[in-house]
C-alpha cells in the first residue's frame, strides 16, 4: 500500500501542474492548415510587412547549440504561457520490498493546450497533463491495476499500451475510453526492466505524436542498486503546421509527421524543458541514474552526456548492462537505464547525438557542484579561452 500513496503522490503533483496550465487561457493566433509540408502557415497569417527583431529563440538551447557548434534555429517570440513539461527531479521513490503486490495506479488523459516553445502553442495530449506522463514503478510479481478516466472535457477517445505486459494490445484493447469514460485493467509485471507506455487509440502514431507516452520501470526483486540521485527524461518529435520559430497557436502536421520531418525535437515536451525551465542539477561524488525513454513517434534517438560516460547502460534487464558507453541508441518506444558518476564540477548538456537535433531542442543541461579535482580535469573549462 506504501507504494500505491507514492505513485498517487506522484500523480497528484502532475495534477497539480496541469491545473496551472488549464490557466489562464491561451490567446489563439491564427494559423492557416495547409497541405503545403514546410510552408511556414502563421508567417502567412501575420504578414507584417516589417523584417523580424532577432531574438533569441532559446537561451539554454543556443548556449548547448553553440557548445557543439550547431547552428540555433529561426528566433522566436519569447512569452510566458503554461507548459507540460515533466520535472525530471520528479521520481517516485526506489523499490525496497521484496514481496509483490498489488499495485493501483490511476492516471488520466488530459488534452491540454500550453507552450511548445517561446512564443509557440500547441494542443498536447497527454497522460496526467506533462510530457512524458508520471514515472510509474512496481515491482516484479507486483499484480498492477491500471485505471485510465478520459476527462469528459476532452474531445477524443484515449487508451494505454503499457510495453510492461505480457498479454494482446499491452492494454490498449481492453482501456478504450471515450471522453468521461473509466476504465480498469490488470496485468502481471513478469519483466524487470524499463519500459515506455503509450497510447495507442486508432491512430496511435498521431496519439503518441500529440505527447501521450511515459515510462514504467519493473525493478526486480529487492529493487534496483541504490544511487544518489535519480531523473526521468523522455525523448519526443513535434510536428507543426508552422515552422521552428513560428509564434502562435500550432497545428499537428499530418503531412510532416507522415514524411518524418519535426519541427521540434525536446526532452520533457518542450523546447527550453531542461535548459531553461527545468535543468538537472547534481553534485560531484553523486551516483546519478536517469531512465530516458523516447517517445518518438519516428525519431530514434542517439542518448550522449557531453563530458561524461555512462558507466552503465540497462537497455533491458537490470542483469544485463553495457559498461563505459559514450552514445546509446534508445529506439522509439524504448526506455533505457544510465548511470554514471559526476568527477569533475561544471555544466553537462544531454544530448541527442544526431546533433542538428539540438538546435531543434534536444538538448538538457546537468549542473554539477562540489570540489574541483585538477588530477581528473585541467585546466578548468569555465575559466578558459575558446
Ligand atoms: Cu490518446
Known sequence: MKIRVLILSSIACASLIVSGCATPPLPKVAVEQTSTPGSSASAAASAPAAAPTPVALSEGVETAAKRIGVEPLEPAVPVDQPNVVADPAQVPAPITRTEPQTVKIALEAKEVEAELADGATYAFWTFDGTVPGPLLRVMEGDTVEITLTNSISNTVSHNI???????????????????????????????????????????????????????????????????????????????????????????????????????????????????????????????????????????????????????????????????????????????????????????YTLVDHALWRVAKGAAGLLTAEGEWDPAIYSPDPTNASH
Not at 259 to 266: C, D, K
Request: hydrophobic content about 35%; charged content about 15%; some cysteine.
Open 161 to 347: 499500451d503499457l510495453h510492461a505486459v505480457n498479454g494482446p494490445g499491452g492494454g490498449a484493447a481492453v482501456t478504450n475510453v471515450a471522453p468521461g469514460e473509466t476504465k480498469t485493467f490488470t496485468f502481471q509485471a513478469l519483466n524487470p526492466g524499463p519500459y515506455i507506455y503509450h497510447c495507442a487509440f486508432p491512430p496511435p502514431f498521431h496519439h503518441i505524436a500529440q505527447g501521450m507516452y511515459g515510462g514504467i520501470v519493473v525493478e526486480p526483486k529487492g529493487g534496483l542498486a541504490p544511487v544518489d540521485r535519480e531523473f526521468y527524461v523522455v525523448q519526443g518529435e513535434w510536428y507543426t503546421t508552422g515552422k521552428a520559430g513560428d509564434k502562435g497557436n500550432q497545428l499537428f502536421s499530418f503531412d510532416k509527421a507522415l514524411a518524418e520531418q519535426a519541427e521540434y525535437v525536446t526532452f520533457n515536451g518542450h523546447l527550453d524543458a531542461l535548459t531553461k525551465l527545468k535543468p538537472l542539477q547534481a553534485k560531484v561524488g553523486e551516483t546519478v541514474r536517469i531512465f530516458f525513454g523516447n517517445g518518438g513517434p519516428n525519431l530514434g534517438s542517439n542518448f550522449h552526456l557531453i563530458g561524461e560516460i555512462w558507466d552503465k547502460v540497462y537497455p533491458g534487464s537490470p542483469n544485463t548492462f553495457i559498461e563505459n558507453e559514450e552514445t546509446w541508441y534508445v529506439p522509439p518506444g524504448s526506455m533505457s537505464i544510465f548511470e554514471f558518476k559526476l568527477d569533475v564540477p561544471g555544466s
